[in-house]
Structures are given as C-alpha cells and as structure tokens.
C-alpha cells in the first residue's frame, strides 16, 4: 500500500481526452502510456505529452521499466519515416510551447536511433522556432557520433537518465554501464556547451543517501546542468519492487543539495518524472533563456 503522500485524485477530463485523441489520430506513441506513467491524466489534461519515438518496443530489458522488450532485430519496427512530421502536427495541435522527445532503446540500430531524433527536431523546427525541443535519449552504446547527429540538429536541451546509483546497475538495468551514461552526457557537453544537459534518477530501489549524493557529484563534475528525482513506483508485477518509498522531506532535502552543488535547475518529489511539469520549471520561465536563435532550414 502506497503512503499517503503517493496517493492522487485525478478524474478523465474533456481535456484529456482531446490529447489522447490527437495522438491516436496521428497513430503516436508516448512514454505516458507505454511506461505507465503515474501523471498520465494530469500532463494529458494540461495537453502535454512526452513522444516516444522508433516504436514502443525495447531491444533491452530494464527491470524497472513497462514498456515491452524485443531483444530480436527482426522483430523491432523498421524506421517510419513519416514520425517526425505527424510529431510535428501533435506539437502544433496540443499548442506545446516545451516538447520532449524521447525513444525506446534500438541497439539493432548502427546509429541508436539518432538520426530519428535528428529529423524529428527539424521537422518541429520546420513549424515553429518558438519552442524548446528537449531529448531524452538512449545511451547510444555511448558512440560519440550518434550525440553529434542528434547535437547538431539542434535541440536545447540533451537528456539522458542515470536512473539509479552504480550499485544497483546489475539489479535495475544489466544491459546499461554507469561510466558510459556519464560518459554521454560529458561528451554532450563538450560538443555544444551552450546546450543544457540533463538527467534523472528514481529513488526507493535500495540506493543509500550516500550513493545518492556521490550521483550527484559526478553529474556536477561533468557539466550537468538539470536534474530530476523521483519515487520509483512498480509498473506491473514483472517489474522490481519498491524497497523504500521516500519522504517528500528527504526529496526536498536532495534539492537544497543539489543547488548547493551547482545545478541550474533540480525538480525533486514523489512524483516527479523527467519530464514532468517542464514547462514550470524557473528555468525555462525566465524571459531570457539564453537559448540561441534558431533558423528554419527552409528558410
């Protein structure tokens, strides 16, 4: 049973219901859905959505994570490359002013998948520069060239989730290596220094405040400007279970940290997902972002 603090009263809205509408229209995937989100009705009644791009099938297996797994290249989907624009016409019909791009791993890819972030970015741009287009993306296998492609169609913000602390690596996610996230978002950094990078973790899965701080630190040494931290919450019975639910106290006191540490921006709650209320974030409220302008390519 979860603590009261975890407990929401979200009702289906009209709202909501427009979102999920657009996107089936436009035969899209989300993160939302397919990772079973805890915020799905909240972020869909504020008309938001988290993309989730080359299929809903994963060539890894995550402990963690919902979303289906198909370690076998011949059944992972071939590239749709009409995706990027019908993202394209959801972003322009949902009004986004602060769109997330993220992917399901495709390891049976040279590329990871980079390439389809890269269209799906300029196809956004194509419609409006009056956004911020933010990816969230794989590790890559941590191929410098992959970050360049996605880097150099120009997103402002480069994401990528430590998820959980180097201990718990062979429980949550076998398939992934610590050092080489880090690695991804260092080499992000150092390729465009004017982007904002960023990345997450879930909290409760066994981590110790120490392990959690020691994160925190190394994001910090390597440039890492956002940082999200939120309860892990067991998708469905497959998944790992919950070994501690943290207080909000404890998450509020990892954001104090975290400022002190340097970060620009760290959201830190029960709730909290990568890309939950971005929009609100103080960050991305200022007048000036420092973000560079951009220029349509059909320009």
Not at 149 to 177: C, G, M, W
């Amino acid at each position: 049973m979860h603590p009261p603090w975890l407990k929401k009263r979200l009702f289906w809205s009209a709202e909501s219901s427009k979102t999920t509408q657009i996107l089936r229209n436009l035969h899209l995937n989300t993160v939302c859905e397919n990772a079973h989100c805890p915020n799905i009705i909240e972020c869909f009644s504020n008309n938001t959505a988290t993309f989730l791009i080359l299929g809903n099938t994963c060539t890894r297996s995550c402990k963690f994570c919902a979303i289906g797994t198909s370690p076998d290249k011949k059944t992972n989907p071939v590239i749709d490359n009409e995706e990027p624009y019908r993202i394209a016409n959801a972003v322009k019909e949902l009004n986004l002013t602060h769109v997330v791009i993220t992917s399901v791993t495709r390891d049976d890819l040279s590329d990871g998948g980079a390439e389809q972030f890269a269209n799906t970015i300029k196809a956004i741009r194509k419609i409006t520069d009056n956004i911020i287009i933010e990816v969230l993306t794989p590790d890559f296998k941590g191929i410098a060239n992959s970050v360049k492609k996605v880097l150099d169609a120009n997103p402002n913000v480069f994401a990528h989730n430590i998820e959980t602390v180097p201990r718990l690596y062979n429980l949550a996610r076998s398939q992934a290596n610590y050092l080489t996230s880090l690695t991804l978002l260092k080499i992000a950094k150092k390729m465009n220094t004017n982007i904002y990078t960023k990345s997450g973790i879930m909290l409760g899965l066994g981590e110790t405040k120490e392990e959690v701080l020691q994160v925190m630190y190394n994001l910090r040494e390597i440039g890492c400007d956002i940082l999200t931290l939120g309860q892990y919450l067991q998708p469905s019975t497959l998944n790992l279970k919950v070994a501690e639910y943290i207080k909000p106290e404890i998450f509020d006191e990892y954001k104090t940290i975290g400022i002190s540490c340097g970060f620009k921006e760290i959201v830190s709650g029960p709730f909290v997902r990568s890309s939950y209320n971005l929009a609100k974030m103080n960050l991305f409220t200022k007048k000036d972002t420092g973000f560079p302008t951009f220029v349509r390519q059909d320009a």
